[in-house]
Structures are given as C-alpha cells and as structure tokens.
C-alpha cells in the first residue's frame, strides 16, 4: 500500500484561496481583445499555496539553514535589517517613473551608495544600473572599447585574459567584439609577468583581472601587471568579485585599475541565489566617467534657502542626467534598486571599521580552514589564502573519490558543497569561501565533515561514491539538467492533470 506524497499540481476547479463581495457595480466582461492568452491560473486554496512554496523552499539548501561555502560567490549572510528598509514604503512603493522631486529620498540614497562605493574602492565614479558582475563587466568592457574608439584607436582588438578568470571574463570581452588573450599562471598562482609582457602590445585593448584572484590569492604583481598594461595604452579592468577580503584594506583604485564592478549581492550582503535579481554597479576613474551608462544620479546645489520643491537637504537637490558619451542604458530604469538600498543600509550598519572587520575576519575564517585541512587534503598553492582557499581532490581521486563525490558526500551533512572544478587550472579543485558570518562552531562542524570524509575516502571509498545518502533525490543527471533548464511552470492541461493521482492520500 503506498501512499502517494503530495504532489505538484493541486488546483482542482472551484477551489480558492479568496472570495470576494458581491459586486455592487453592475459586471462588465474583460474586453477579449485586451487579453493576450488566457491565463489557466491554478485554483487551490491559501493552505494549498502556503504549504506547496514552504515545501519547495526547504527542497533547496539556503544560507538560512547552514554554512554556505560556495567559493567566489561569497555565500554570506543577509542581515535580515536589509529586508526591514528595503520594504518601508517610502521605497517599496515608489514608481520608477516618480516625479524626482517626489523621489529625492531615493536619489540621495542612490548618491550616497555611488559616493561610498567611491571611496570603498578608490574610484572617481561609480554607476549603479548594472543587474550582475557579469553585466557589470560587460558595462566596463563596452566603456574600454568606446574609449578607445573615440581616440581614434581601433587597431585595439584584443583583451588579456588570466587563465584563473572566472568564465564570465572571455565570455564579455568576446559579447563585446574583442579576441581572448589568454595568460598563464605562474608557481605561486600570480599571472605569469613574463606572458604578461610577451603579450602586450598596440593590439591591447585591456586586461581583465581578479584581484584577490579565483585562486584566493593576491596578485604579487599587480602594480607591474597595471603598469604594463598601461604602459602599451591599455586599460586595466577588475573583476570585484573578491572584493570582500580587501575592503578598508586595499582600493582597487590606488592600484591604478581603470574599472571594476562589484557584485552587492556577494560582498554587501544583498540576496544571492534563488534567481536574483543581483546588482553590479561599476567604479571608474574620472576619464571613463562620461561613458557610464545612464541616467545616472547627481547632486546640485540649489540657492540656500530657495524653495527646491522636494529636495531633502537644504540647499542640495538630486536629479537624474545622462552622461555626456554615455555606453547607453544596460537596464530599465535605475537599476535594481531594491539591492541599492540593502547595501546601502549594510555599508551604513557597518561603518568604515566595521567592514575593514568584515574582511579581517573572513581572511582568518579561510585561513583556518586553510590550516586545519591542509593535513589531509592537497592545497593547489601554498600560500598564506586570502577570502578563499583552493584545494584539490587529488589525494582522494588516487582511492577512487572524486570531487564530485566529496560534493555530494556534504550534502549528507547538510553543508552546501564548495565550487568545484574550478578554477579549472587546479585538477579536481575545491573551492572553499566560508565568509565572515560563520562562527568558529559552525567552521568547526564544516572541518569535522571534511576530515570525516577524508577517512571515508580512504577506508570505505564507497561511501563517499555512494552519496548523497539523505537528501530526496540522489544523483541527478546534471547534463539533462544543465542541457534541458525547464524552469518555467505551465499550467497542466485538462487531460494531464485528470490522468495525475488525486490530491489527497491517494492508498492503492
Ligand atoms: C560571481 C562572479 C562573477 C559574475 O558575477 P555575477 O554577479 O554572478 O554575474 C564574475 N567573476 C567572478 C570571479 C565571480 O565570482
């Protein structure tokens, strides 16, 4: 006798969540021809809705449930504040089509997150309308080419590429119409100074680098690097995404990079994962200032005193512009401003020395990490780590174990797995970021799995090949998955949902 669960679909006809009054106006039909489709809404009940989205929400790992350590995403927590601000109605409920003298608290917000921003990194300028670092970089390289196209330059086709970069950096520079150089790594994990001056050239439109790189490391470098790039007319962008472990610590800026992105949904804390939306404003020294996209958000004196119909401050209004050789818009209206105002109170609650902690502390959670397991597993680069540490699976793989074994093996323990496989330079790589927000308890319970794991690996291999052992679904085919993404939910026609089990306790 099997009880069938619960299942996907549970609309059954009449059923609702809502009745509404008796209309006391007479009913006109919804014109036909405004309609685009009809819409075959689900009809289930409040309880119906409630229970099906709690179950969907506990079939996925969060940083709500445990440790996240899912390395260069910067799986950190998302102080719950964030949440509490972003929904006061006096920014949930603006229209991105407000007047913006009835918008000035938002503008100023989203001045204010430009100028800290600034200063965080070191640039002159930052727009905030990019959705992602990966937009954010494809912003950054269109500047690079528009800067270069305007000086009349354009025998500049080609931009250097580290062969650590994250994916998305070839992947930009080839949107935006330029070839892929890419440089090799040295023994300690620094781009290789000597390819990096084989390669530059009066071809070189610019280089983009990660800085700490995807290795975890810092560039030992970087200034050469910089300099070189320069030195041959090029412009140098930064890939932020490790921007957590530098902050009050190194401005990207001051190194003489020309642009960088920075992703606010991993170093500043804004929701990451689950579809977004994400948020990656770019930093750019003055020269690049006029190529931002736009609109874009400036401050203006007014005469003091002056009625400045709106404005917030005496004497100061805010109001939109676009940038004089602006790249264009790269999103609808202003961005994702929901995410502007998360960071925005995350940098506020933080403070200059609190986010000079923040990446204290998660350099020394990685460097214990780094210590504590260095014994058992192979460490890709022997250096002291920044935010992040690279391991390899090499030592297991010799048992039969692979890294994606030692993956799923977490998942029994309820841990979300580390990136793994990349950075495709460190065979059977495991990339481990715990962030600044877990406690010595929970980096402990992640060391104590790891080192258990180990022992599997070697005593009872299959284990560790068998898992995960807990989870609802074992081993998935991720080539079906990644090759047929069906993420869009339809409703069930008439005939499948007759010929699904009904709802309840169906016992056969
Ligand atoms: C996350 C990441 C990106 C892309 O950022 P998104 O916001 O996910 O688009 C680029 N480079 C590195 C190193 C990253 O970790």
Redesign the pocket.
């Known amino acids: 006798m099997a009880v069938e669960p619960l299942i996907f679909e549970l609309s059954q006809p009449e059923r609702r969540g809502v009745r509404f009054p008796a209309p006391d106006v007479p009913e006109t039909p919804f014109p036909d021809e405004l309609r685009r489709d009809r819409l075959d809404w689900p009809e289930v009940s409040e309880i119906d809705v409630i229970r099906h989205f709690t179950r969907l929400s506990q079939k996925n790992h969060a940083i709500d449930i445990n440790i996240y350590p899912l390395g260069?995403?910067t799986m950190k927590y998302n102080p719950k504040i964030n949440e509490a601000v972003a929904r006061l109605p006096g920014f949930a409920e603006l229209h991105p089509y407000q007047d913006e003298a009835d918008a000035q608290g938002a503008l100023e917000l989203m001045h204010e997150l430009q100028e800290m921003l600034g200063e965080i990194s070191g640039f002159d300028a930052v727009g905030l309308q990019p959705a992602?670092?990966?937009?954010g970089?494809l912003t950054g390289v269109l500047m690079i080419r528009a800067y270069h196209r305007e000086r009349g330059d354009t025998a500049r086709t080609k931009i250097l590429v580290p062969d650590s970069?994250?994916g998305?950096?070839p992947a930009t520079a080839i949107m935006a119409g330029f070839e892929v150089v890419t440089l090799p790594s040295d023994a300690r994990g620094n781009v290789d100074l000597e390819a990096v001056r084989s390669a530059v050239g009066s071809d070189t439109a610019g280089l983009m680098i990660?800085n700490p790189n995807?290795l975890g490391l810092w560039d030992e470098h970087i200034r050469e690097v910089v300099d070189l790039v320069h030195e041959a007319g090029g412009l140098v962008y930064n890939?932020g995404?490790?921007f957590n472990a530098i902050l009050g610590i190194a401005r990207p800026g001051d190194l003489g990079i020309d642009v960088m992105h920075f992703?606010l949904?991993?170093t500043f804390s804004t929701p990451h994962g689950g579809g977004g939306p994400?948020s990656?404003p770019v930093g750019v020294r003055a020269d690049l200032e006029a190529y931002l996209p736009g609109p874009r958000v400036r401050a203006v004196r007014t005469e003091a005193g002056s009625g400045n119909g709106g404005a917030t401050d005496e004497g100061v209004r805010f109001e939109w512009f676009q940038p004089e050789k602006s790249i264009g818009r790269v999103h609808s209206f202003h961005g994702n401003f929901g995410m502007h105002v998360r960071a925005y109170c995350y940098i506020r609650m933080h403070g200059a020395a609190g986010l000079r902690q923040v990446s204290e502390d998660a350099v020394l959670n990685a460097n214990y990490l780094l210590a504590r397991l260095r014994d058992r597993y192979e460490v890709a680069y022997d250096r002291t780590c920044m935010h992040e540490l690279v391991l390899s699976g090499s030592r297991q793989k010799a048992n039969g174990v692979r890294t994606l074994d030692i993956a799923k093996r977490l998942l029994d323990f309820g841990v979300h797995p580390p990136t793994t496989y990349f950075p495709l330079i460190v065979p059977e790589s495991i990339m481990i970021e715990p962030t600044e927000t877990e406690s010595k308890e929970s980096l402990d319970f992640f060391v104590d799995a790891m080192l258990q794991i180990a022992d599997e690996a070697e005593r009872t291999p299959e284990v560790v090949t068998g898992a995960p052992h807990r989870t609802e679904f074992k081993r998935l085919d991720e080539v079906a998955a990644n090759r047929n993404l069906n993420l869009r939910w339809q409703p069930a026609r008439a005939e499948q949902a007759a010929a699904q089990p009904k709802e309840a306790l169906a016992a056969d």
């Open positions: 260069s995403c992602a670092g990966s937009q970089e970069a994250h998305t950096n990660t995807t890939d995404a490790n992703n949904h991993k994400g990656g």
